[in-house]
Nanobody
Framework: QVQLVESGGGLVQPGGSLRLSCAAS???????MGWYRQAPGKQRELVAR???????NYADFVKGRFTISRDHTNNTVCLQMNSLKPEDTAVYYC????????WGQGTQVTVSS
């Protein structure tokens, strides 16, 4: 079992950057880690994920703009978000998967001028 706490969300202008962090309560070494988002009135969707072996995949709408990374020393997963667009506005959730899903509470990202 693992508990996840996200941070780093906020208000940013279009074209700006944010870095989200997810702190895990224990080792993430054997978890597949990911970031999802949910906009008002929409379903939660995958943004990026990284397997325990370091393999990554990204949603088409963030390719080239977002980067996921993990740090096993500090048990954190980060999402670097560049060139943000208004349509990136959503609550972003950290996810850990090993036989079952674990979720953080989410962090709000608002992209607006």
């Amino acid at each position: 079992q693992v508990q996840l706490v996200e941070s780093g969300g906020g208000l940013v202008q279009p074209g700006g950057s944010l870095r989200l962090s997810c702190a895990a309560s224990g080792s993430i070494r054997f978890f597949n880690m990911g970031w999802y988002r949910q906009a008002p009135g929409k379903q939660r969707e995958l943004v990026a994920r990284q397997t325990t072996f370091g393999s990554t995949n990204y949603a088409d709408f963030v390719k080239g703009r977002f980067t996921i990374s993990r740090d096993h020393t500090n048990n954190t997963v980060c999402l670097q978000m560049n060139s943000l667009k208004p349509e990136d506005t959503a609550v972003y959730y950290c996810n850990a998967f090993m036989r079952q899903n674990y979720w953080g509470q989410g962090t709000q990202v608002t992209v607006s001028s």
